[in-house]
Structures are given as C-alpha cells and as structure tokens.
C-alpha cells in the first residue's frame, strides 16, 4: 500500500496512530514539518518497521511562513534521492526512493510541484525524464486537474484513479509504470471506505498493488 497525504500538526498524532495499524510497505507525505518527523521517529513501533528518508525539510512556504518538505517512508531498505527543481521560489523538488523487491528493482517517486499550471507542466516533465530510465515505478503526487499537456508527458503511466472507488482526490494521485505491478485497490482516506474515516484527513489517496515476479 502507498499513502500520499499532507501533513499538519493538528493531526500528527492521528496519522502516526492509523500508520502503526495498517503498516503499508510505501507512505509518501507533503508539506512535512520538523516537528512531524520527530513525533514520527517517537513511535517504537514505526521505528521498528521503516526507513525514513533524510529529505530537506527547509525550503520556505512564502504564504505560511513555515518549513516544509517531502518525507518517505519504506518497510524496504531504500536510497533515497532528492532532485529539486532549481527554478523555482517554494523549494519543490522530486524525492524518490530506490529498492528491489522480488528481485526487481522498483521506484517509489514523490513529487512536489507548483500550483500554476505552466510551471507544474514543466516540473512534471523534468521528473519524467529523471523517471524514464527505470522500468517500474510508482509516482505519488499532487498533479493538478491533468491537462491534456500533463497526460501527454505522463502516457506511460497509468492513472490508479482510473480504479478508483468512491470519490477521489481531483490533484493527488498514484501514477503506475510497470507491466508488474499490478493496481487492485485504490481509495481516499477522507471517502468513509473501510476503517479509514477515522483519520479525518483530506487530500490522502491509498494504493494496494501486487508486485508480481
């Protein structure tokens, strides 16, 4: 399962409590502040299960006047990696994680982009071209509305949206590219489906996928 949703301190806790019960292999989080991954690396039980990455945490939101960044978590030991997109003013950059699972390597990418559209359209076809060269990957991320320019760049993933049950998130997505990897559940954690609702967060999609050998 991967878990891509934005993160505040009014819920730090909550999101730490329905991580520790689900463990999903991948969990993907924006706008993380120091203060979250402190709360994170408190948890025995967290600790016990994951990889974090070391991602910077400093880039500036100009609006909130906060530090914030990309933070992965991985059950699988990782590299990680973070690519930031140099002409921007916000700090928004690709993090992505690197590890093999039966037997094949897999990426497990976490974008984070500009609100307007012109700029996002290039940041996304920067990180594909830095995606391109590997075989199987899993892209998280707030993508906007998917412009017709977006889905273009983005022709060889799918759209784990297209699975979706319920309502979804309009900007957050899972993207796929793999003939292994194998999308069989996807969701919001906001939409009231099984026993997530009680996480009261908005913007946090889940994946479960079968990584066939």
Known sequence: AVVSTQSTGVFYRRVIQVLERILPDFCCFQNVQHEFRA???????????????????????????????????????????????????VGRYLLVAQTIINGSPLIVAHSFLDNKKKLRSEKIRKAGEILSRHRH????????????NIRATLSSYKDTEDIAEGKHSKSDRILVKSDRLKPLHYFNLDD??????????SNSVVGVFEFNH
């Open 39 to 89: 709360t994170m690396k408190q948890s025995k039980i967290l600790a016990r299960h994951y990889f974090l990455s070391n991602s910077n945490l400093d880039y500036i939101d100009f609006v909130s006047h906060t530090h914030h960044g990309l933070l992965t978590l991985s059950r699988w030991p990782c590299e990680f990696m973070e690519y930031p997109f140099t002409d921007t003013h």
């Open 137 to 148: 990957v899993l892209w998280l991320g707030e993508f906007g509305d998917m412009e017709s």
């Open 192 to 201: 009231g489906t099984d026993d997530y609702e009680d996480m009261e967060v």
